[in-house]
Each structure stands twice: as C-alpha cells, then as structure tokens.
C-alpha cells in the first residue's frame, strides 16, 4: 500500500515569515493529495488540495506544489500569523480511491 | 449543510468491554470512513463503507467492526477493549468515489482504563 512520509515533525517560525513542509509518496498511482490543518483538540480541515494533473495550486497564503516524478508534494504558508499555528497533516489517496495515507504530522508554531 | 456528526464526544470504558461509535455524514454523502487518531502512529485508515458495503479495510484486528446503514450514518465497535485502543476516532464523509474530499467530524475520544 502507499507510504506517505511527512517532514519537519516541528517547525516554528517568526511571524511573518514563511513555512514549508514537505511529504513524500511511494505508489506513483496516486492522484489526490489534500492537506489538512487540525487545531488542538479540533477535527482536521481541509486547506487546500492538489490533483495529479497539476503542478501548483494557490490559494491566498497557503500554497501546494507537486512533483509527480520524484513523488513528492509540499504545502507553502506564507506571512505566517499566530493562528496558522496547529498541526499540518498531508495525505495521500490509495489508488482504490477509498481511503487515505496521512503522513505523522507537522506541529507548526507561529511566534508573535 | 449540516457538518459530520459524530457521537459520543467523549466516553472512558474499562479494558475488556465493548464500545459503539455512531457517525452522521454530511446530507448527500454516501461514503463514510473510520480512521484512528493516536499521538504516536498519527491517523490510520480503518475502513470506508459506501451504500451499506465495506469497500475497504485498513489493518487492524477483527476486534474493530463497523456498519453503515441505508440512510448512510455508520457505526463502528471495538469489542473486548485495550489499553491501546485508547485513541481519538474520527469519522470521515465524501459524496462518492476517487478524488473527492473527505471531511471530517470532531471525533468521539476513547479512554480505556
């Protein structure tokens, strides 16, 4: 089945400045990858999501790319603010299109 | 719409008992899937049922069951628990198939002592 590896595990910046973490796939089958943002002791929510035909998806300050050939994809924050502050999950879908691979998840803290 | 309901939010059993989680999808959806959430392995697939039928199954013991029934809500049960088990449960619901979205409810916590 597919293997989704997420990294850094924590990543604290200084507010304003810019985010990013990285996942990685092993079933190059894949085509759908969204990425979620869970809030301490709130369900995760969908941010932004990326499919396999594309490259690069934008969404205000919140940004994924994806490389298809090396199998990875990773989500930009830019201008980070305290409340971008939570844990980041990416997620891959198996190629049955029935469940996902979520990576282990990145604690993001924005520092005032 | 209403969003993805799950209850109970919060329950504690002891080791050895039983446990049922009810899961509401969101209005339209049909397909529901069960993933856990621990601090340690992150969150993992469980099983996904559409239209009454499980599609899929992730890898844990036959101790994890779960049903979903004709109006789509989906309940899922863990029969002789332990300590392990304790873990955030998370309902998923999309409208069908591949590449669809899948949101969230906000989790039924489990204590198992």
């Known amino acids: 089945g597919e293997n989704v590896e997420q990294h850094p595990s924590t990543l604290s910046v200084q507010e304003g400045d810019s985010a990013v973490i990285k996942c990685t796939y092993s079933d190059s089958a894949s085509n759908y990858f969204p990425w979620y943002k869970q809030e301490l002791g709130k369900r995760p929510q969908l941010i932004i999501d990326i499919r396999s035909n594309v490259g690069e998806k934008k969404d205000q300050r919140i940004a994924v790319t994806l490389n298809k050939t090396a199998k990875h994809f990773s989500l930009h924050i830019t201008e980070t603010q305290p409340e971008d502050s939570a844990v980041y999950f990416c997620?891959?879908?198996?190629?049955?299109?029935?469940?996902?691979?979520f990576g282990t998840g990145t604690s993001l803290t924005v520092i005032p | 719409k209403a969003g993805v309901t799950q209850t109970p939010r919060y329950l504690i059993k002891t080791r050895g008992q039983q446990v049922t989680l009810s899961c509401s999808p969101i209005s339209g959806h049909r397909s529901v899937s069960w993933y856990q959430q621990t601090p340690g392995q992150g969150l993992q697939f469980l099983f996904e049922?559409?239209?009454?039928?499980?599609?899929n199954k992730g890898n844990f013991p036959g101790r994890f069951s779960g049903r979903q029934f004709s109006n789509s809500r989906s309940e899922m049960n863990v029969s002789t628990l332990e300590l392990g088990d304790s873990a955030l449960y998370l309902c998923a619901s999309s409208s069908t198939t591949a590449g669809n979205t899948i949101y969230f409810g906000e989790g039924s916590w489990l204590t198992v002592v």
């Open positions: 049922y559409f239209s009454e039928t499980q599609r």
């Open positions: 997620a891959a879908e198996d190629t049955t299109g029935n469940q996902f691979y």
